[in-house]
């Protein structure tokens, strides 16, 4: 009964160091996401898939690149880390765009 | 773009009720839903409303007037557990991934 896992949950990186965020689903949702959130600004969509090899940008997307080779994986990759960057990170999943929404436990990202 | 708005801190006591507003602009609307996180948790889906009117889930009910991009949340019979923050969200344009508000953080006290 996993649901949403993302690894992981903490990490800290230098400026200029890259990482992949990943993210698993065992529900078979076509639909993923991720957000990053910080205080007082909630969730800001990063870049979503709406099914394998399909991706596209959110609200936020500079900094981050995405691929989604499988229904199940969704690894978000920061290629060249940046103080800003500095965020918690959730990865979703949903049956459909505007239903419930599955979010795993968050990254926890720090950049220095 | 899509956009909410809802306030950014409610405070209430024990059984007390409180209500959530939320009001949204949209190019296409496909619902409203609502989301509750606690501190350090993840989002936790709540309600969604895909016609006007009111839903009701136990001690929650969630509302939505698609002509006055308006909707609300109301949490019944308050207890401690229920402080946290509540997000109201859309779709963006295309439906396929979730647009949230800010955020609004209840507190419940004793």
């Known amino acids: 009964n996993a649901g949403v896992t993302q690894t992981p949950k903490f990490q800290v990186l230098k400026t200029g160091q890259s990482m992949t965020l990943q993210c698993a689903q065992d529900?078979?949702?076509?639909?993923m996401s991720w957000y990053r959130q910080d205080p007082g600004m909630g969730l800001r969509l990063i870049h979503y898939?709406?099914?394998?090899?399909?991706?596209d940008q959110g609200e936020v997307p500079n900094g981050y690149n995405v691929s989604r080779s499988t229904t199940e994986d969704f690894p978000l990759r920061l290629l060249s880390a940046a103080p800003s960057q500095t965020s918690v990170y959730f990865c979703a999943s949903s049956y459909e765009g505007v239903t419930e929404a599955f979010f795993g436990q968050g990254t926890r990202l720090t950049v220095v | 773009g899509q956009s909410l708005e809802q306030p950014s801190e409610v405070t209430a006591v024990e059984g007390a009720i409180v209500q959530i507003n939320c009001t949204y602009q949209?190019?296409?609307?496909?619902?409203l839903s609502w989301y509750q996180q606690h501190d350090g948790g993840a989002p936790t889906f709540l309600s969604y409303n895909g016609l006007d009117g009111l839903e009701e889930t136990g001690r929650f009910s969630s509302f939505l007037s698609r002509s006055d991009s308006y909707g609300y949340l109301l949490l019944q019979e308050l207890q401690m557990k229920d402080s946290a923050s509540y997000f109201c969200?859309?779709?963006?344009?295309?439906?396929?991934?979730?647009?949230f508000g800010k955020g609004t953080t209840l507190s419940v006290s004793s």
């Open positions: 898939s709406v099914g394998a090899g399909i991706t």
């Open positions: 529900m078979n949702h076509e639909y």
């Open positions: 949209t190019s296409g609307f496909y619902g």
């Open positions: 969200a859309v779709s963006n344009q295309a439906g396929t991934a979730l647009i």
